[in-house]
């Protein structure tokens, strides 16, 4: 029985969707034909566009250097890990030793980085002067060149006027 109205509903709901289609087939103006100079466009668009995504999607080279930075990102904290396991499992007093140990070597990566700070500085310091020494020399090469120029051209102005007198300018 069931069957039977399941059968019914849908013979009754395709046939109004049918009709629903005809109207709409019969409203709609018929498409026009289409210039082949647009589908080619759009051909010719579509390529360009594949390219660019070629050139866009990374290459196999770019993902193993990604995946490379991605490891060494993880490296240290994978490799702190290993070590607080492998100091869990020593006896208390290799623990304490290898305590005392980290703790030199924190101080002595603090210590080496405060050197390599001042050293940063006193080179930077030696490049300021070094640029303020270069543009000083630059400022007084300029300035005897100016001289040396206006000296020629009063040199010129006599030679001329020794020449062909009354032409000075």
Not at 108 to 111: E, F, Y
Not at 113 to 119: M, V
Not at 133 to 150: I, L
């Given at each position: 029985?069931?069957?039977?109205?399941?059968a019914?509903?849908?013979?009754?709901?395709?046939?109004k969707?049918?009709?629903?289609?005809?109207?709409?087939?019969?409203k709609?103006?018929a498409?026009?034909?289409?210039a082949?100079?647009?589908?080619?466009?759009?051909v010719?668009?579509?390529k360009?566009?594949v390219?660019?995504?070629?050139?866009?999607?990374?290459?196999?080279?770019?993902?193993q250097?990604?995946?490379?930075?991605?490891?060494?990102?993880?490296?240290?904290?994978?490799?702190?890990a290993?070590?607080?396991?492998?100091?869990?499992?020593m006896?208390?007093?290799a623990q304490k030793?290898v305590?005392?140990a980290?703790?030199?070597?924190t101080k002595?990566?603090?210590?080496v980085?405060?050197?390599?700070?001042?050293?940063v500085?006193?080179?930077?310091a030696?490049?300021?002067?070094?640029q303020d020494?270069?543009?000083?020399?630059?400022?007084?090469?300029?300035?005897?060149?100016?001289?040396?120029?206006?000296k020629m051209?009063d040199?010129?102005?006599?030679?001329v006027d020794?020449?062909i007198?009354?032409?000075?300018?």
């Open positions: 029985m069931a069957a039977k109205k399941k019914r509903r849908t013979t009754q709901r395709s046939s969707s049918t009709k629903a289609k005809v109207k709409a087939r019969a709609r103006p498409p026009k034909a289409k082949p100079m647009k589908r080619k466009v759009k010719a668009r579509a360009v566009a390219r660019k995504a070629a050139k866009k999607a990374p290459s196999r080279a770019q993902r250097v990604a995946a490379v930075r991605a490891a060494v990102k993880k490296a240290p904290a994978r490799a702190r290993a070590v607080r396991k492998a100091v869990k499992k006896p208390p007093k030793a305590a005392k980290e703790k030199q070597f002595t990566v603090a210590a980085k405060k050197q390599a700070a001042k050293t500085q006193q080179a930077e030696a490049v300021a002067k070094a020494s270069a543009e000083k020399s630059a400022t007084s090469m300029m300035d005897q060149a100016k001289d040396f120029a206006g051209s040199a010129v102005e006599t030679a020794k020449v007198p009354g032409q000075a300018k």
